[in-house]
Nanobody, 121 residues
Framework: QVQLVESGGGLVQAGGSLRLSCAAS????????MGWFRQAPGLEREFVAA???????GYADSVKGRFTISRDNAKNTVYLQMNSLKPEDTADYYC???????????????WGQGTQVTVSS
């Protein structure tokens, strides 16, 4: 049974930083691509960042230069370091897993429950 558990969300002021973690179990983590997505109230889920099993990364234009995705295969964990946060980054953040790299939410097989990020102005 695959489980993805996010942590690290919270309330932060604009300009601040947070690091999200996603711990995976029930899959061969090192062979999976991992993605981060977010969903704000009333909006569709959108791509934030992804990392392939080999470490290739990709980012949404809205977060490029501010967010960094990384993975630790020894810990079965993927991270999202978020710097220079803006109020428009406020959303529920979800991690997801699939065998091959993708930026499309509908192509991911497994999802976590999400962690809330609120950025105050």
């Amino acid at each position: 049974q695959v489980q993805l558990v996010e942590s690290g969300g919270g309330l932060v002021q604009a300009g601040g930083s947070l690091r999200l973690s996603c711990a995976a179990s029930g899959l061969t983590f090192r062979t999976y691509a991992m993605g981060w997505f977010r969903q704000a109230p009333g909006l569709e889920r959108e791509f934030v960042a992804a990392i392939s099993w080999s470490g290739v990364t990709g980012y949404a234009d809205s977060v490029k230069g501010r967010f960094t995705i990384s993975r630790d295969n020894a810990k079965n964990t993927v991270y999202l370091q978020m710097n220079s946060l803006k109020p428009e980054d406020t959303a529920d953040y979800y991690c997801a897993a699939r065998p091959l790299y993708s930026t499309r939410a509908d192509e991911y097989d497994y999802w976590g429950q999400g962690t809330q990020v609120t950025v105050s102005s």
